[in-house]
């Protein structure tokens, strides 16, 4: 509960809408693991391999698309 509570503040500060807000609390909530494998490679990108978290993020969403796909139609 807590964590979305501040990842919906999060998101609310960089003026993310609410639709898009409850729309990404929505893929996390249902492949949960999944998003958190998704933040410790990006987190590793940054730390070993020196990228911004805009390319690490970029680099590691594209190879988990085929997944946000799914979860996304579901």
Known sequence: MFQEFF???????????????????????????????????IEQKMKSEGKSEMQAAQEVMGKYKDDLAKIASK
Do not use: H, R, T
């Not at 919906?8 to 609390?25: E, R, T, Y």
């Not at 949960?32 to 490679?41: C, W």
């Open 7 to 41: 990842l919906k503040k999060m998101l609310q500060s960089k003026g993310v809408s609410a639709d898009q807000i409850d729309f990404f609390l929505d893929l996390i909530k249902k492949n949960p693991d999944l998003f958190q494998k998704i933040a410790s490679e």
